[in-house]
């Protein structure tokens, strides 16, 4: 499964195009998910966002695994990030980007007003994998519906302004991976939690992998939606048949339908429905 090869045309372009215009922006935000905050970081960012000043923003709190999650924020924290969690459902900690925005342009804006001149509208470039929050976020940010947002990859295509308000303005960038994911378990968490299309890796490896990160992090959560108790690694179907009877996927004959089974497992982390799950697990050789 390593050097899987999924890097559409338009993530390149993008990468171009931010290239073309990063002398424009003054900040970046770059979106990760707090269920996978390391798989979720964009490998090879600093190769087009050059040292420009970053707010690391992490969405899908409501849904991540908080106590785990907040081991990630200190590890990036201690890499010299400013690291903003929110929730974008509950619209919480979204003045704190505006906040923090304000506080980074703010020996800038100093400069200007000495040398008598006025404050100008700050440009900050939003970047993130797809299917991260970014759309959701952007409409949080304006306070209506600025963008099309899909729970699915590759809904924006093209990098567009966006105003935020009087002083602000966002160039919006469409979810961007890097050329080859040659960790397993970053490709397989991208999978779980649809931030690369459903084809490119077996569903039936993604739903076998999100049981099996369940059931070593969260049993009880295994327990509680499909009646699991117990995974025989060796022989998942009778798992996928308990499930199967559980969330009535039955075909005619009262026969298991395996392929339901796989999409209620994947949808089921996909929509939320089990939640307060982290997939990326914080080691200490990190920490460092």
């Given at each position: 499964m390593t050097n899987i090869n999924w890097y559409p045309g338009h993530m390149a372009k993008t990468k171009r195009l931010i290239k073309?215009?990063?002398?424009?922006?003054?900040?970046?935000?770059?979106?990760?998910?707090?269920?996978?905050?390391?798989?979720?970081?964009?490998?090879?960012?600093?190769?087009?966002?050059?040292?420009?000043p970053r707010l690391l923003i992490m969405t899908k709190i409501d849904l991540c695994d908080m106590q785990e999650t907040q081991k990630w924020i200190k590890y990036y924290e201690k890499q010299g990030y400013k690291v903003l969690p929110v929730d974008l459902k509950e619209n919480t900690n979204i003045n704190k980007i505006l906040s923090a925005t304000e506080e980074m342009m703010k020996e800038d804006n100093q400069k200007r007003i000495e040398q008598g001149m006025n404050k100008r509208k700050t440009r900050?470039?939003?970047?993130?994998i797809p299917n991260v929050g970014k759309s959701t976020l952007i409409n949080r940010l304006v306070g209506?519906?600025?963008?099309?947002?899909?729970?699915?990859?590759?809904?924006?295509?093209?990098?567009?302004?966006?105003?935020?308000?009087?002083?602000?303005e966002l160039?919006?960038?469409?979810?961007?991976?890097?050329?080859?994911?040659?960790?397993?378990?970053?490709?397989?968490?991208l999978a779980s939690f649809t931030a690369i299309k459903e084809e490119v890796l077996p569903l039936d490896e993604v739903a076998?992998?999100?049981?099996?990160?369940?059931?070593?992090?969260?049993?009880?959560?295994?327990?509680?939606?499909?009646?699991?108790?117990?995974?025989?690694?060796?022989?998942?179907l009778p798992t996928l048949d308990v499930i199967g009877k559980k969330r009535g996927c039955l075909i005619k004959g009262g026969e298991i339908d395996y392929d339901k089974v796989i999409s209620v497992i994947i949808n089921d982390v996909k929509e939320g429905i089990i939640k307060n799950i982290t997939f990326d697990r914080f080691e200490g050789e990190l920490d460092g």
């Open positions: 073309e215009k990063i002398d424009l922006i003054d900040i970046v935000y770059e979106v990760i998910d707090g269920r996978m905050p390391y798989s979720s970081k964009i490998r090879d960012i600093d190769q087009y966002i050059k040292n420009k900050v470039l939003i970047v993130g209506k519906k600025a963008t099309n947002v899909g729970n699915k990859p590759g809904i924006t295509k093209s990098l567009d302004w966006i105003r935020i308000n009087e002083s602000l160039l919006d960038t469409p979810g961007i991976l890097w050329p080859k994911l040659d960790e397993e378990k970053v490709a397989l968490n076998i992998y999100i049981l099996k990160t369940l059931y070593k992090y969260y049993p009880e959560k295994l327990k509680e939606r499909y009646g699991i108790t117990n995974i025989n690694y060796d022989d998942i």
